[in-house]
């Protein structure tokens, strides 16, 4: 069997992995610590996740930018997962942005908070 290059579905099975570990121990499982520490601490995570990309981006090389990159992905679905957010929700959002100008969906936004 020839094997396929690792795709964006790789996204979608990570999420069910994470999903699944609701409720498991979390002596055993770093994705069920994370459930059992809660949303704050998720959160924080996804933040300095978020941070560490930056700095990568900012003075490291590809590589370090990728592997930083998969830390907040994986961060960030399980903070999708505490918040009942599927990937399909991000996919359909994404999906209505995809032929509105990122400066009018911005514009939008911003109308729309101010209501």
């Known amino acids: ?7 964006s579905r790789v996204l979608e099975r990570l999420f069910s992995v994470i999903d699944s570990r609701r ?3 979390p002596s055993v499982s770093y994705t069920a610590r994370l459930f059992a520490d809660g949303r704050a601490k998720i959160a924080r995570k996804t933040g300095e996740e978020a941070l560490e990309v930056v700095i990568a981006a900012l003075g490291e090389g590809k590589e370090k930018v990728a592997a930083e990159s998969a830390d907040l992905l994986y961060h960030l679905l399980v903070l999708w997962a505490d918040a009942d957010v599927k990937p399909q929700d991000i996919w359909t959002e994404l999906a209505r942005r995809e032929n509105v100008s990122g400066l009018a969906e911005k514009a939008a936004r911003a109308t729309d908070s101010d209501k």
Not at 1 to 7: A, G, K, L, T, V
């Open 23 to 25: 409720g498991d121990d």
């Open 1 to 7: 069997m020839i094997e396929q290059p690792p795709d």
